[in-house]
T-cell receptor, first 114, second 112 residues
Framework: GAVVSQHPSRVICKSGTSVKIECRSL??????MFWYRQFPKQSLMLMAT?????????EQGVEKDKFLINHASLTLSTLTVTSAHPEDSSFYIC??????????FGSGTRLTVV | DAKTTQPPSMDCAEGRAANLPCNHS???????VYWYRQIHSQGPQYIIH???NNETNEMASLIITEDRKSSTLILPHATLRDTAVYYC?????????????FGKGTSLLVTP
């Protein structure tokens, strides 16, 4: 089945710095990638949808200048959290439609901003 | 999107069947029912999906009522590793631009 590799799995950064999260589709071409975040004891919330070669579409309330998404190739999408603050600490997860009707998810990135 | 309603939590003894219900009374005729689970600090894992017929795979069985307003996910012999949050999601037919919308799910605890 489709495999999505997400890195890093954990990252701790200082407030004000930027962090990049990568998601790679290993065995298929990911035309579309979805980015979610999940706060403790809450469900996954969709942040944005990215399509290869075009600008991402952000959900209401998600700052596009803070969460930069790049989907320059069919196998790589990145999410950069710019000028991170403690309230950005969360679990970030990518997903793509993969093959058939199944959605494949990355293993997630635990971001802690100190 | 059709909304889904699931109990917030359930317990199940190891080795017994776990039956997780989901109500989706506003489901449209062409919408599928998907089940995913999320083990703590991991990405969601696909379990099974169906349209109107019951489905079975190596992980679970999915029973959809005839009126399609509810469904039940069955884990036939639950193990401790099945402890996770289970999400029932309704979505239209395959569309690569359509994200899955997660509700609160059911937190299943499998006990020894």
């Amino acid at each position: 089945g489709a495999v999505v590799s997400q890195h890093p799995s954990r990252v701790i950064c200082k407030s004000g710095t930027s962090v990049k999260i990568e998601c790679r589709s290993l065995d298929f071409q990911a035309t579309t990638m979805f980015w979610y975040r999940q706060f403790p004891k809450q469900s996954l919330m969709l942040m944005a949808t990215s399509n290869e070669g075009s600008k991402a579409t952000y959900e209401q309330g998600v700052e596009k200048d803070k969460f930069l998404i790049n989907h320059a190739s069919l196998t790589l999408s990145t999410l950069t959290v710019t000028s991170a603050h403690p309230e950005d600490s969360s679990f970030y997860i990518c997903s793509t439609t993969g093959t058939g009707d199944r959605y494949t998810f990355g293993s997630g990135t635990r971001l802690t901003v100190v | 999107d059709a909304k889904t309603t699931q109990p917030p939590s359930m317990d199940c003894a190891e080795g017994r069947a776990a039956n997780l219900p989901c109500n989706h009374s506003t489901i449209s005729g062409n919408e599928y029912v998907y089940w995913y689970r999320q083990i703590h600090s991991q990405g969601p894992q696909y379990i099974i999906h169906g349209l109107k017929n019951n489905e079975t795979n190596e992980m679970a069985s999915l029973i959809i009522t005839e009126d399609r307003k509810s469904s039940t996910l069955i884990l036939p012999h639950a193990t401790l590793r099945d402890t996770a949050v289970y999400y029932c999601i309704v979505r239209p037919p395959t569309n690569s631009g359509y994200a899955l919308n997660f509700g609160k799910g059911t937190s299943l605890l499998v006990t020894p």
